[in-house]
C-alpha cells in the first residue's frame, strides 16, 4: 500500500526525543525556546511562539489581532474546519469567499468584496503548501485598516517573490502566521503548532496565553534559588508544547531544505508524468511569484469522472488518495448561515479533485504504480509509456 503521505522521521529524532526523556525534564523548557529561536530564523521571524497544534495558533492569533464576539472574519470555506472552528471560538462569524481555480487559495476580489464595518480580519490560507496571492490580498487590507493573519499550517518551506526577492511563507508578511506540525505536514513533532510573528507585544501575550495566563515559566520557577510565586494577571490556556516534541522539531527542521527539495522534485516527476500519460487532467500550477512546498499534490479529474469509483480503484490497486479539500459551508456545523458569496469554485474543487501521494521517501517505481492505478480507474490501459524516470529510494536520515 502506498500512502498518501508518510513522515520522513529516524533514528536523530528518536535519539533527541530520548534524550530529553532521561534529563527528567518534559514539559516545556529549554528545548522549546531552542526550537522557537531556529524556527524564527529559518522563515525570518523576529519571533516564534510554540503551542500544542496549529488550530490553537490560529485560535491565539485570531485572539490577538483583536477578533471578538459579533465579528466577521474573511477566509475561504475550502479549507480545513479549524478556520471556522477558532472564528466561532472567539465569538466571531466566518465569511467565506470563493476561490481561485488554480492556486486553491482566496480570490483577492472577493476578498475585497466582503469586507465591510464588522471585519475584523482575514484570514488567508496557503492551500495545500501554495502560497496565496499576498501580493494583492496586503493591499486590500492595509486599505481597510484590516489585519492579516496567515494559516501556513501546510506552508512550511514554500516560497513567495515579493518585488524581485524570493522570500520565505512566515516572515510573516500579513500580521501573523501559524504553522501545524501534524505527521501530514512537512515537518512533524507529532503534533504541534507555531506562531510567528514581528510583534514583540503579540509574542509576549501568546506566551502568557498558552501557559494559563502565567506570568513567570516553569523553568524561572524551578531553576532559582530564591522563592518565587507567580501570578496570573490575565486569563489563558494550556496550549503548550512539550522539550520531547521540540527535541523533535529541532531535528526535523534539519531535514527541512532536503525534504523540500525532495517535494519539489516528486512534483515535477509527476507533472512530467500525467502531462505524458493522463493529458485530460488538470494539473496544478505554480504562479510565477509562488514556489510550493507541494504539502498535497492535487489533480483535477475529467469531466464525467466519477471521484469516489476513480478512489476506490486506485484503492484497491494499494494506492491511497484524498478527496479534494472539504468545503466548510456544506458542513452541517456550518450549513445554519447561508454563503454570501457563490462559492462555485470551492465546490467544483472539491468535487472534481483527489490528492495523490506524495512524500519523500516515494519512488519512483512508487509514482509508476500511482500513475498506472490512475489510468486504469480512469478506463484507460495502464503501462502503454516509457518507465518513470528512477532516483533512489530515500532512507530517513540518522
Not at 125 to 133: A, F, I, L
Not at 284 to 298: D, G, M, V
Not at 327 to 350: N, T
Not at 365 to 377: G, K, L, P, S, T
Request: aromatic share 6%; proline share 7%; with cysteine.
Amino acid at each position: 500500500m502506498i500512502p498518501i503521505a508518510k513522515p520522513l522521521v529516524g533514528r536523530a529524532e528518536a535519539d533527541a526525543a530520548a534524550e530529553v526523556v532521561m534529563s527528567g525534564w518534559l514539559s516545556q523548557g529549554a528545548r522549546v525556546a531552542e526550537f522557537e529561536t531556529a524556527f524564527a530564523r529559518i522563515v525570518g521571524a523576529d519571533h516564534a511562539c510554540a503551542v500544542s497544534n496549529c488550530t490553537v495558533a490560529l485560535h491565539l492569533a485570531l485572539l490577538a489581532v483583536g477578533v471578538g464576539p459579533g465579528d466577521e472574519v474573511v477566509t475561504v470555506s475550502h479549507t480545513f474546519i479549524a478556520c471556522a472552528n477558532v472564528i466561532w471560538q472567539c465569538g466571531a462569524v466566518p465569511v467565506f469567499v470563493d476561490i481561485d481555480p488554480l492556486t486553491f487559495n482566496a480570490d483577492p476580489d472577493q476578498v475585497e468584496r466582503a469586507i465591510n464595518p464588522k471585519t475584523k480580519a482575514i484570514l488567508c490560507v496557503h492551500q495545500m503548501g501554495m502560497p496565496c496571492d499576498l501580493r494583492r490580498i496586503l493591499p486590500i487590507a492595509r486599505a481597510h485598516g484590516i489585519p492579516v493573519v496567515e494559516d501556513a499550517a501546510c506552508a512550511v518551506g514554500s516560497e513567495i517573490r515579493i518585488g524581485d526577492a524570493w522570500q520565505p511563507i512566515g516572515r510573516p508578511h500579513g500580521d501573523i502566521a501559524c504553522f501545524s506540525l501534524h505527521p501530514r505536514k512537512v515537518i512533524t513533532v507529532g503534533d504541534g503548532g507555531m506562531l510567528t510573528t514581528q510583534s514583540a507585544d503579540w509574542d509576549k501575550r501568546f506566551r502568557l496565553w498558552r501557559q494559563h495566563g502565567m506570568n513567570v515559566v516553569d523553568t524561572v520557577r524551578h531553576h532559582s534559588d530564591r522563592v518565587i510565586f507567580e501570578n496570573y494577571p490575565i486569563q489563558g490556556y494550556n496550549y503548550r508544547l512539550t522539550d520531547v516534541q521540540a527535541a523533535i522539531g529541532l531535528q526535523q527542521l534539519a531535514r527541512l531544505p532536503y525534504i523540500v527539495q525532495r517535494r519539489r522534485q516528486l512534483g515535477q516527476a509527476y507533472q512530467k508524468l500525467l502531462t505524458a500519460e493522463v493529458p485530460e487532467l488538470g494539473l496544478p500550477e505554480e504562479p510565477a511569484w509562488a514556489r510550493s512546498n507541494w504539502q498535497s499534490y492535487c489533480v483535477r479529474l475529467p469531466d464525467g469522472a466519477d471521484q469516489r469509483a476513480v478512489m476506490q480503484h486506485m484503492l484497491d490497486r494499494g494506492v491511497a488518495t484524498r478527496r479534494g479539500i472539504m468545503c466548510i459551508h456544506r458542513e452541517v456545523a456550518y450549513s445554519g448561515d447561508p454563503a454570501r458569496f457563490p462559492l462555485v469554485e470551492s465546490e467544483r474543487a472539491q468535487d472534481e479533485c483527489i490528492l495523490l501521494p506524495l512524500f519523500p521517501e516515494m519512488t519512483s517505481e512508487m509514482q509508476r504504480q500511482v500513475v498506472d492505478a490512475f489510468r486504469e480507474a480512469l478506463g484507460e490501459p495502464a503501462g502503454q509509456m516509457p518507465p518513470a524516470p528512477r532516483y533512489n529510494s530515500v532512507r530517513a536520515l540518522s
